[in-house]
C-alpha cells in the first residue's frame, strides 16, 4: 500500500463520513414533511369537504346526498360511512379505509370519498 | 492475422470469460446486508488487470462485453439492473484506466478504491436520470460506505497477484507477443 493510496482510502473516508453527516444531519433538523393523508369528499361531482386525517382526532359530521343525509366518520389516519340512507349499503360495508387511493362509493347518494396524499410504499423488490 | 493479434485476441476471450464468470457468480451470491445494488464487484478484478496488461480500449472491451453476456446470462438484459451496470462499468474502467496511465502514486488498492467508487458514482447517476429524480442521491453515502471496503479487497487480491507475477511470471503468457 503506497502513500496515495492511503491519502486516497483516508479521503473517501472522509467524503463517505461527510456526506453521511450533511445529508443525515439535514434530514433530522429538517424532517421531511410527515406523510399527511387527507380525505377528499364529494357529492354531485361537487367538493363538499376535504378533512386531514390526523392520528388520535376523532370527528363525525353529515353529508347531503341524493338520497338524504348520511353520516361519516374518521378516527385517526381512517375514515368510512357509518350510514346511509340507500337501500344497498356497499358503502357502509366497505368499512374503514385509509390509504392515498382508497375509495368510498354511494351510487344512489351520489358521494365520494377518496384519500389523498403522499403513497406509501407498498414493498420494495431487489 | 498475424501470430501476436491472435494471442491477444484468445487472451483478451479468456479474460472476457473469465469477467462473465465472476459477473454471473457474484448475482448468485447474496450479501446480508439490506443495501440493494451493494456488490463485491469481484468482475471489477479482471477489468483492472486487462487495464493493466493490454490499456485502455481492451479494457473497456472486456468490462462492457463482460456486462453485455453476464446480463444475458442472468435473464436481465436490457432491464434497469443491466443499465446501472453498464454505467456503473463504464465509469470505473474510465477512471481507474485514467489512474493506472497518468499518475504513479497509487498501488492497485488506490486505483482499486476510485474504480469502486467511480462505478457505484456511474450507477446512481444512471439511476438519477432512470427515476428522474434526484433524491435518489441521499444513497450515495451508503454506497460510498459500501464501496470501499469491496474495492479495497479487489485491489488487495491484484496487488498480491502482480507481486506474484514478479516473481514467478504467471503472467508472462498474457503479453508474450
Known amino acids: ?126 | 492475422m498475424k501470430a501476436a493479434g491472435t494471442r491477444r485476441l484468445v487472451f483478451l476471450a479468456l479474460l472476457v470469460a473469465m469477467a462473465t464468470a465472476l459477473h454471473v457468480v457474484e448475482g448468485m451470491l447474496s450479501i446480508p446486508l439490506p443495501i440493494p445494488g451493494a456488490k463485491l464487484g469481484l468482475a471489477n478484478i479482471i477489468t483492472l488487470l486487462t487495464l493493466y496488461l493490454y490499456g485502455f480500449r481492451a479494457g473497456l472491451k472486456v468490462s462492457l462485453m463482460r456486462v453485455v453476456l453476464g446480463s444475458l446470462i442472468g435473464g436481465m438484459f436490457l432491464s434497469p439492473g443491466f443499465l446501472l451496470a453498464l454505467t456503473g462499468a463504464l465509469f470505473s474502467t474510465v477512471v481507474m484506466a485514467v489512474l493506472l496511465k497518468h499518475t504513479s502514486c497509487f498501488s492497485m488498492i488506490g486505483i482499486s478504491l476510485a474504480g469502486a467508487v467511480g462505478h457505484n458514482l456511474g450507477q446512481l447517476l444512471a439511476a438519477c436520470l432512470l427515476l428522474q429524480s434526484s433524491a435518489i442521491f441521499y444513497y450515495l453515502p451508503v454506497l460510498l460506505i459500501a464501496g470501499i471496503p469491496t474495492g479495497f479487497i479487489t485491489g488487495f487480491l491484484l496487488n498480491s497477484l502482480i507481486a506474484h507475477d514478479k516473481k514467478s511470471g504467471i503472467l508472462r503468457d498474457f503479453l508474450r507477443a
Not at chain 1, 5 to 27: N, T
Not at chain 1, 68 to 77: F, K, L, N, Y
Open chain 1, 1 to 126: 500500500m503506497t502513500r496515495g493510496d492511503k491519502f486516497l482510502l483516508a479521503g473517501l473516508l472522509l467524503i463517505a463520513l461527510l456526506s453521511v453527516a450533511v445529508l443525515y444531519g439535514r434530514l433530522s433538523f429538517f424532517p421531511a414533511k410527515t406523510e399527511s393523508v387527507q380525505a377528499v369528499i364529494t357529492a354531485q361531482g361537487k367538493l363538499v369537504r376535504k378533512i386531514e386525517l390526523v392520528e388520535g382526532v376523532k370527528s363525525s359530521f353529515v353529508i347531503r346526498g341524493l338520497g338524504g343525509p348520511s353520516t361519516v366518520e374518521t378516527d385517526g389516519a381512517r375514515i368510512r360511512m357509518l350510514e346511509a340512507p340507500c337501500s344497498g349499503q356497499i358503502c357502509v360495508k366497505e368499512g374503514w379505509i385509509g390509504h392515498p387511493g382508497q375509495t368510498i362509493v354511494c351510487i344512489p347518494g351520489e358521494i365520494l370519498i377518496r384519500i389523498e396524499g403522499t403513497a406509501a410504499v407498498d414493498a420494495v423488490t431487489r
